[in-house]
């Protein structure tokens, strides 16, 4: 089955600690984007990349950083700078196209506590 | 800038009712899109259904019927007779193809809750 697979499903953190989010899809798509979500409220653009080994920052990057070695993987490190990293972060997939935009399919996402 | 409003945080309603979710939008693009994603209790966003700016034909999936007005800067969508299995948080998302690119603005989600 085609999808997108994101791990753990939940993930506890102690302050200071970095923490790696893992994203893996097998659609072949080009485009790979990471979103955070607060309780309450809409999704936030955190990173997307458009190809491999090419990334760009979203409108919350600060405290993030991201790599795009593979096509399929999209990992996302949560660093000990994101000052309030508790959220639900989702991680999706697109076909990558110059003269349209297509949907993202999403992953069921990594709960995120910091403790 | 664009920007997604979606007015309405939560809806009940008692099943079999109809009922339409508001979305209005704001974009200098003349080349943009819509979409519409439902998000379950269990979290993974599901798509389901993206419209160009160009099409403004109204559109019937079974239950579900958008109705999309450039005039109004709208694009509503419509449940009819509710089932309990629709409750979840709905969001409308935006994508300016000249100063966005792929990338998204959604709007805050209406959370819906059916009844039995």
């Known amino acids: 089955d085609g999808g997108i697979t994101q791990s753990p499903k939940y993930l506890f953190r102690k302050e200071g600690q970095n923490v790696t989010l893992s994203c893996e899809q097998n659609?072949?798509?080009?485009?790979m984007y990471w979103y955070r979500q607060d309780p309450g409220q809409g999704l936030r653009l955190i990173y997307y990349?458009?190809?491999?080994?090419?990334?760009q920052k979203g409108d919350i990057a600060e405290g993030y950083s991201v790599s795009r070695e593979k096509k399929e993987s999209f990992p996302l490190t949560v660093t000990s700078a994101q000052k309030n990293p508790t959220a639900f972060y989702l991680c999706?997939?697109?076909?990558?196209?110059?003269?349209?935009?297509?949907?993202?399919?999403f992953g069921p996402g990594t709960r995120l506590t910091v403790l | 800038a664009q920007k997604v409003t979606q007015a309405q945080t939560e809806i009940s309603v008692v099943e079999k009712e109809d009922v339409t979710l508001d979305c209005v939008y704001e974009?200098?693009?003349?080349?943009?899109?819509l979409f519409w994603y439902k998000q379950p209790p269990s979290g993974e966003l599901v798509f389901l259904i993206r419209?160009?700016?160009?099409?403004?034909q109204n559109e019937i999936s079974g239950r579900y019927s958008w109705n999309f007005q450039k005039s109004t800067s709208s694009f509503n969508f419509t449940i009819t007779a509710s089932q309990v299995v629709d409750s979840a948080v709905y969001f409308c998302?935006?994508?300016?193809?000249?100063?966005?690119?792929?990338?998204?603005?959604f709007g805050e989600g209406t959370q819906l809750t059916v009844n039995p």
């Open positions: 999706a997939s697109s076909i990558s196209g110059i003269a349209s935009v297509f949907e993202q399919f």
């Open positions: 659609l072949n798509h080009d485009a």
């Open positions: 990349s458009q190809i491999v080994n090419d990334f």
């Open positions: 974009t200098r693009d003349t080349t943009y899109y």
């Open positions: 419209r160009n700016s160009f099409d403004e």
């Open positions: 998302a935006l994508s300016g193809r000249e100063t966005s690119g792929s990338r998204l603005t």
